[in-house]
């Protein structure tokens, strides 16, 4: 077991997080974060629904990890997902690899695939979506719409449908970055992602909750896979989280009362 292996097996996860993948050589390695959870903590001390059960740095954008041996090791948070979303999230214990991958999110050459459910079947099996939006702050929190801002572009596939409940399972390639551009988008292209609280189609996501009992927002990061090059070597990242349980548990749910119930959801 190498130094790598053996820190991170010692790392404090948060509630149901899972180590999926790592790479020893360059300290790259992949978490499974659950719905819920934030990437970091927002103030001082450990939250405890947070990624990791550690301080984190907001300056250097780390967590710091205290090791059975009481050395400070700090863990470079390298991309963030909205609490509500599930799924790959990428960190590094190496402080040198973190402007590499920054570098990469920012110009766009990370492949990011998410998985969603949305309101009403995707009639059209692929395709991309292509809008301007702008986002401004209210509050604490941002908010993005339609309008004359930057484009986004998202790329999407149909998986399957599921006609009683009218969703369908997609997948979400981003070619852009914007803030919340899957659940805008999707919103915009009357596809609304099931249990979004800010942009979704509320009244459907109060029906769907009740029939089936689930409740969060159906939004997952399936897969990253980043090619990068790192001290004169080229490596090839890829990592992989399954579809959590309620997703499939939603597509597959059959209500015993159909005709009267669809019709309500259309």
């Known amino acids: 077991m190498n130094d790598t292996e053996l820190l991170l097996k010692q790392l404090p996860l948060g509630h149901n997080v899972e180590i999926l993948s790592w790479d020893p050589q360059t ?20 939250d405890k629904k947070s990624l990791l059960l550690a301080p984190y740095d907001l300056k250097e954008e780390c967590y710091l990890y205290e090791t059975p041996d009481h050395e400070l090791v700090p863990v470079y948070l390298l991309n963030r997902l909205d609490a509500p979303t599930s799924g790959v999230i990428l960190l590094c214990l190496n402080k040198s690899l973190v402007p590499v991958i920054h ?53 999407f596939e149909f998986i399957e449908h599921n006609a009683k409940l009218n969703l369908s399972l997609v997948n979400l390639m981003p070619v852009t970055g ?38 969060r927002l159906f939004l997952h990061s399936s897969q990253i896979d980043v090619s990068y090059v790192f001290e004169g070597k080229t490596y090839q990242f890829i990592a992989q989280a399954s579809l959590p349980e309620d997703f499939n548990e939603v597509m597959k749910f059959n209500p015993k009362s159909d005709c009267t119930l669809t019709k309500r959801l259309l």
């Open 103 to 155: 570098k990469l999110f920012k110009n766009h050459k990370i492949k990011k695939t998410y998985s969603a459910i949305t309101k009403n079947w995707l009639k059209i099996k692929e395709g991309t979506w292509k809008d301007n939006l702008s986002s401004k702050k209210i509050g604490e929190k941002v908010r993005t719409n339609q309008g004359e801002g930057r484009l986004a572009q998202t790329r």
């Open 27 to 46: 300290t790259l390695f992949a978490l499974n974060k659950s719905e819920g959870l934030r990437s970091h903590p927002n103030k001082p001390g450990i």
């Open 178 to 215: 914007l803030t919340h551009q899957l659940r805008v988008q999707g919103a915009i292209h009357k596809h609304p992602i099931l249990g979004d609280k800010t942009y979704g189609d509320f009244s459907f996501n109060k029906e769907i909750q009740g029939i089936t009992s689930r409740k």
